[in-house]
C-alpha cells in the first residue's frame, strides 16, 4: 500500500467575516439592552430599610425627585399623563389590575405628598400591586 501526497490537494479556507459580523452584532445588541434598563432607574437617595425581600420585577417604574417630578422611562410626566400610560398597560395586559406591578421610587429628601397622589389615583383606577422601593443599608 502506497500513501502518497497528491497535487490537487487543498486546504480549505472558512470565510470568517460572517462570524465576526455576528459578534459585532451581538455586542452592540447586549449594549443597548443594558442601557435600556438603566434607564428605568434614576439616581435617587432611597430611604433605608432593613429587609429580606428580593426585588420583583415590576411592569413599570415610577420614579419620583427630590423636587416631586415624576419621571418615567427618563421623561418628565404629569400625573394624568402616568395615569394615561398606566392605563394603557392595563389595557395591554386584558384589564387584570392584579397582573400589573407597579415600583415607586421615591427620593427619601422628598415629600411625601407627591407620593400620597400617585398612589391614591392608582386606587382610583383599581390598581392595587403598589411597591415602594428601599436600599437596604450595608
Same mark, same amino acid.
Not at 55 to 82: A, F, P, Y
Given at each position: 500500500m502506497r500513501l502518497s501526497k497528491r497535487p490537487g490537494g487543498r486546504l480549505l479556507k472558512m470565510n470568517m467575516t460572517p462570524m465576526i459580523d455576528i459578534v459585532f452584532l451581538l455586542l452592540i445588541f447586549f449594549m443597548t439592552v443594558t442601557q435600556v434598563s438603566r434607564?428605568?432607574?434614576?439616581? &435617587?437617595? @432611597?430611604?433605608?430599610?432593613? +429587609?429580606?425581600?428580593?426585588?420583583?420585577?415590576?411592569?413599570?417604574?415610577?420614579?419620583?425627585?427630590?423636587?416631586?417630578?415624576?419621571?418615567?422611562?427618563?421623561?418628565? &410626566?404629569? @400625573?394624568?399623563?402616568?395615569? +394615561?400610560?398606566v392605563s394603557e398597560e392595563l389595557a395591554r395586559l386584558g384589564d387584570d389590575p392584579r397582573r400589573l406591578n407597579i415600583e415607586l421610587r421615591v427620593d427619601q429628601r422628598s415629600e411625601s405628598r407627591a407620593a400620597n397622589e400617585v398612589a391614591k389615583a392608582l386606587e382610583q383606577i383599581n390598581v392595587k400591586r403598589v411597591s415602594f422601593a428601599v436600599e437596604v443599608p450595608r
Amino acid at each position: 500500500m502506497r500513501l502518497s501526497k497528491r497535487p490537487g490537494g487543498r486546504l480549505l479556507k472558512m470565510n470568517m467575516t460572517p462570524m465576526i459580523d455576528i459578534v459585532f452584532l451581538l455586542l452592540i445588541f447586549f449594549m443597548t439592552v443594558t442601557q435600556v434598563s438603566r434607564v428605568k432607574e434614576e439616581r &435617587l437617595e @432611597l430611604p433605608q430599610q432593613a +429587609g429580606t425581600r428580593d426585588k420583583e420585577s415590576s411592569s413599570l417604574t415610577v420614579n419620583i425627585r427630590q423636587d416631586g417630578q415624576l419621571v418615567m422611562l427618563g421623561r418628565v &410626566l404629569q @400625573l394624568d399623563r402616568l395615569l +394615561g400610560l398606566v392605563s394603557e398597560e392595563l389595557a395591554r395586559l386584558g384589564d387584570d389590575p392584579r397582573r400589573l406591578n407597579i415600583e415607586l421610587r421615591v427620593d427619601q429628601r422628598s415629600e411625601s405628598r407627591a407620593a400620597n397622589e400617585v398612589a391614591k389615583a392608582l386606587e382610583q383606577i383599581n390598581v392595587k400591586r403598589v411597591s415602594f422601593a428601599v436600599e437596604v443599608p450595608r
